[in-house]
């Protein structure tokens, strides 16, 4: 095989690993009901004129299923931290005694579990939309080769076995956290 059929088949895949990876990223913020640090991911608190990661300024654990705590380092952080929680619209009350901030993680109702299964959905179609969109840059890249039909044929079909190979993954992937998701 033609060394640059290699290197467009390769960055292929690495470009289609990166959409599954950022689909189990997007997936771990989803809940499904159980308390986990990760659900406070994505939260960003202004420290000192910066937006940092809530993990940075903080110790985020859970004591049991239904409920998240978050210790910050310096009390003063406290009120911010809080603030940040609500700006992130996670759907979490958050509660602060004065020293850590406590937040009681909701059972899911029936309602909210099919939104969250509508939200996983949605993203599981982003993470198709960018193999397929690696799939669309592989193809124009070999078709620029200049290399014979019979090789770009068969690169073509290389890459869309990727791309079928993908697609399956992903539907696992939205499977599964389904799955998750609706179990109550």
Do not use: C
Request: charge should be negative.
């Amino acid at each position: 095989m033609d060394e640059d059929v290699q290197f467009i088949l390769d960055s292929t895949k690495e470009a289609m690993d990166s959409a599954i990876k950022h689909l189990e990223k997007q997936f771990v913020n989803i809940r499904a009901g159980k308390a986990s640090p990760a659900m406070l991911g994505s939260v960003m608190v202004e420290y000192y004129g910066s937006q940092t990661p809530l993990s940075q300024v903080a110790n985020v654990n859970t004591p049991d299923g239904r409920t998240i705590t978050v210790q910050p380092w310096e009390k003063s952080m406290l009120q911010e931290i809080e603030r940040s929680i609500m700006i992130a619209n996670l759907g979490f009350n958050p509660m602060n005694n004065g020293e850590t901030i406590i937040i009681n993680v909701p059972a899911l109702t029936e309602e909210r579990r099919r939104e969250l299964a509508k939200q996983a959905k949605a993203e599981s179609e982003d993470a198709k939309i960018g193999v397929r969109s690696a799939r669309k840059d592989a193809n124009s890249e070999i078709k620029k080769l200049d290399v014979s039909e019979d090789l770009k044929t068969n690169a073509e079909v290389d890459v869309q076995a990727l791309t079928d190979k993908y697609i399956v993954r992903i539907e696992d992937i939205l499977a599964i956290k389904e799955k998750e998701i609706m179990t109550v």
